[in-house]
T-cell receptor, first 111, second 112 residues
Framework: RKEVEQDPGPFNVPEGATVAFNCTYS??????FFWYRQDCRKEPKLLMS???SGNEDGRFTAQLNRASQYISLLIRDSKLSDSATYLC????????????FGAGTRLAVHP | GAGVSQTPSNKVTEKGKYVELRCDPI?????LYWYRQSLGQGPEFLIY????????DSGLPNDRFFAVRPEGSVSTLKIQRTERGDSAVYLC??????????FGPGTRLTVL
């Protein structure tokens, strides 16, 4: 079983749609949680950190459920520019962030 | 300021050859990480440096892989006797302590 599991997609949605991505992780000792965005043939870039209380950044909302070991990302009012691969990422507990990445979920937003 | 840079951007080599991949982290970042990303997968952790020392090399797949960071800044990932299965994008990231990791553009390694 992979340490971080995501639905690979692709999710094909029209502009303006709301789309949700889910992720599960296996290591209950994990301390930090993130969503990264990766455009085709580019490096991953941090989209947002994820906290147990939930957090929002504009059209993006992330949630963490530690009991279920489940992380989600909600994108509202999708834009063409949101088309990318979204990577669910879990950080270690060793005082540094050894990041464990999911395989990513592809999103394609069409006009 | 300047981000993480990696050279070369592309490297094509033949099976059995030796390659070196270089990473220049963000100035002042003490932590440096190497990851490897195969097609259709997320990046996979290889090694973590804190300063000059490799604090965690548990992700290195075998003893053909080695990395150094002699002066606590630039790092070099070295792969001996390359195999076709080593073909991937090698990503370097740096951070200030346990803060956000910033990734470089990667080196795309192709082993023929």
């Amino acid at each position: 079983r992979k340490e971080v599991e995501q639905d690979p997609g692709p999710f094909n949605v029209p502009e303006g749609a709301t789309v949700a991505f889910n992720c599960t992780y296996s290591n209950s000792a994990s301390q930090s949680f993130f969503w990264y965005r990766q455009d085709c043939r580019k490096e991953p870039k941090l989209l947002m950190s994820v906290y147990s209380s939930g957090n929002e950044d504009g059209r993006f909302t992330a949630q963490l459920n530690r009991a279920s070991q489940y992380i989600s990302l909600l994108i509202r009012d999708s834009k063409l520019s949101d088309s990318a691969t979204y990577l669910c990422v879990v950080g270690g507990s060793g005082g540094y962030n050894k990041l464990i990445f999911g395989a990513g979920t592809r999103l394609a937003v069409h006009p | 300021g300047a981000g993480v840079s990696q050279t070369p951007s592309n490297k094509v080599t033949e099976k059995g050859k030796y390659v070196e991949l270089r990473c220049d982290p963000i100035s002042g970042h003490t932590a440096l990480y190497w990851y490897r990303q195969s097609l259709g997968q997320g990046p996979e952790f290889l090694i973590y440096f804190q300063g000059t020392g490799a604090a965690d090399d548990s992700g290195l797949p075998n003893d053909r892989f080695f990395a150094v960071r002699p002066e606590g800044s630039v790092s070099t990932l070295k792969i001996q006797r390359t195999e076709r299965g080593d073909s991937a994008v090698y990503l370097c990231a740096s951070s200030s302590g346990a803060d956000t990791q910033y990734f470089g553009p990667g080196t795309r390694l192709t082993v023929l």
